[in-house]
Nanobody
Framework: QVQLVESGGDLVQPGESLRLSCTVY???????IGWFRRAPGTPREREAE????????????FYADFAKERFIISRDKQKNTVYLQMNDLRHNDTGIYYC??????????????????WGQGTQVTVAS
C-alpha cells in the first residue's frame, strides 16, 4: 500500500527557513509529487492551495506564483523523498502542508484534482 509521509513542519519566526520532506513508501513506486497547503480557518470545501510540484524524474518543476521566489522543490530518488525548501517565511505561510502523488502529467497551473493520494500533513507556523 502506497503511503506518503510528510515531516519537517515547525514553529519559526518570520524570515526563517524550513525544509519539508515527503517520503513515499514503498521505495519501489515513483510518482509526480505536489506540495499543497491549507491556511488556518480555510473552509473544508475549499481546495488546498497548490505550492509546487515536481515530475518523477525531477527534471520539471512548477510553482505557484507566490512560491517562485522563495520556495524550492526537489527530490532525492535514492531516498524516494521530495523536499520543499521554504525561505524567508512569512506569517501568511502558516498552515498545514500536504504532499500528494499523481500519475497525471504536470503543467502550470497544476490542479488539486490531478492528485490521487495525500499525506497526513505537517504543520508550519510562522509567528513572531
Amino acid at each position: 500500500q502506497v503511503q506518503l509521509v510528510e515531516s519537517g513542519g515547525d514553529l519559526v519566526q518570520p524570515g526563517e527557513s524550513l525544509r519539508l520532506s515527503c517520503t513515499v513508501y514503498p521505495f519501489t513506486v515513483d510518482y509526480n509529487i505536489g506540495w499543497f497547503r491549507r491556511a488556518p480557518g480555510t473552509p473544508r470545501e475549499r481546495e488546498a492551495e497548490g505550492v509546487a510540484c515536481i515530475t518523477r524524474s525531477g527534471a520539471n518543476r512548477f510553482y505557484a506564483d507566490f512560491a517562485k521566489e522563495r520556495f524550492i522543490i526537489s527530490r532525492d530518488k535514492q531516498k524516494n523523498t521530495v523536499y520543499l525548501q521554504m525561505n524567508d517565511l512569512r506569517h501568511n505561510d502558516t498552515g498545514i502542508y500536504y504532499c500528494a502523488r499523481t500519475s497525471h502529467s504536470l503543467s502550470s497551473p497544476f490542479r488539486v484534482g490531478w492528485f490521487e493520494q495525500w499525506g497526513q500533513g505537517t504543520q508550519v507556523t510562522v509567528a513572531s
